[in-house]
């Protein structure tokens, strides 16, 4: 079992907590503490220990700011009613987080130590674990190459850090349709390419469609694949999921798609309430066509950050599609229900994805 060094962080350097109902935003606030491990090539993981929250000093020459080796994740603590705080499925989160860091060559964790981890830095900062409706406390766990060096390779030495902090819903609109914008002028990524690791150079590569989108008047991008334009891929911040006639598709996991937590949370679920669930390629044409012919009954997004967000708008070459009237469909509107309801320990969890942690 990890053995994780505290130091508590002193009078001054606590930090002022949001006042009850008091608005969150997303990812604007953090804690008192956060938790950091140290990676060296022959040594391995070490120093475990959770600190006060701080500013990092890091050499110029570092090489996550030089060549991007890095891999993050992102998880949630809730409350339940009685006060009692769970996770959600963390274990999927930290494999995939190991799956990221095999392909960007750095090292592996052990899933249980940085669970232990997670679970100490959460008991911790319990009292920042909001109560409110549709809150609940973000998790950011985040590995970066930390050896000084101009020249490209792999580094000697990481640091694993998480951060935590409470947070309301991602979209300001909360859990209402959101507009989408399909691109054609940009690609996220290729086979063969970064795009089923979460690591920072998929989002970066996405900020001048997603800005473009914005300034435009859309939510986000759905993106198409990279080589013909033709088959849909992933929203910025989501997998993606058509209800067309008696089929829920979302796309096959192909390598340049994220593979999600949630994606896989709703393609369970839909299958044991006996709905037909498709995993495979989807040509935008297919979903046109089901636009135009009424078919497509509802088009939803799904990730932790939003669990699930209803698309009312998609815009394509000029042309905007209304899905469902621009209206939250019953089947998003059901699985949102029944998700954050096993989440927050109001429906009861028959698949033992919830984790108590305290």
């Not at 390598?255 to 949370?265: K, Q």
Request: net charge neutral; proline share 6%.
């Amino acid at each position: 079992m990890i053995k994780i060094a505290l130091t508590k962080a002193s009078p001054a350097e606590l930090r002022t907590k949001p006042a009850p109902g008091a608005p969150l935003g997303f990812g604007k606030i953090f804690s008192d503490h956060m938790f950091l491990m140290d990676y060296e090539e022959g040594k391995g993981w070490h120093h475990p220990r959770i600190e006060p929250y701080r500013p990092f000093s890091l050499d110029p020459a570092t090489l996550v700011l030089h060549y991007g080796q890095e891999v993050f994740e992102g998880l949630k603590a809730y409350r339940w009613p009685k006060g009692e705080i769970y996770l959600f499925r963390p274990r999927m989160n930290y494999e995939r987080l190991n799956r990221s860091a095999r392909r960007l060559c750095m090292p592996e964790m052990n899933v249980e130590d940085v669970l232990e981890a997670t679970r100490e830095l959460v008991r911790l900062e319990k009292d920042w674990v909001p109560s409110e409706p549709g809150t609940s406390l973000y998790i950011r766990p985040n590995v970066i190459a930390m050896e000084a060096a101009v020249g490209v390779h792999v580094s000697a030495t990481f640091l694993f850090y998480i951060i935590v902090g409470p947070v309301g819903a991602y979209y300001p609109q909360g859990f209402n349709p959101v507009d989408i914008f399909i691109t054609e002028k940009y690609t996220r990524a290729a086979v063969g390419g970064l795009g089923e690791a979460k690591t920072l150079a998929n989002y970066a590569a996405s900020l001048l469609a997603q800005r473009e989108a914005q300034e435009s008047g859309y939510t986000q991008v759905l993106w198409l694949d990279a080589v013909e334009r033709k088959y849909v891929e992933e929203v910025g911040t989501s997998n993606i999921f058509f209800y067309i006639g008696d089929e829920l598709i979302t796309p096959s996991l192909t390598g340049t798609i994220l593979p999600g937590v949630t994606r896989d949370s709703v393609i369970h679920v839909a299958r044991d309430w006996g709905l037909k669930v498709s995993e495979r390629r989807i040509r935008l044409e297919e979903v046109i066509a089901a636009m135009k012919d009424g078919t497509l009954k509802e088009v939803f997004g799904s990730g932790t950050a939003a669990v699930i967000s209803p698309v009312g708008k998609l815009a394509y070459r000029g042309e905007t599609y209304l899905v469902n009237n621009g209206r939250v469909g019953s089947l998003a509107q059901k699985l949102y229900d029944f998700l954050i309801g096993i989440q927050y320990g109001k429906v009861k969890d028959p698949y033992g994805w919830v984790e108590r942690v305290c």
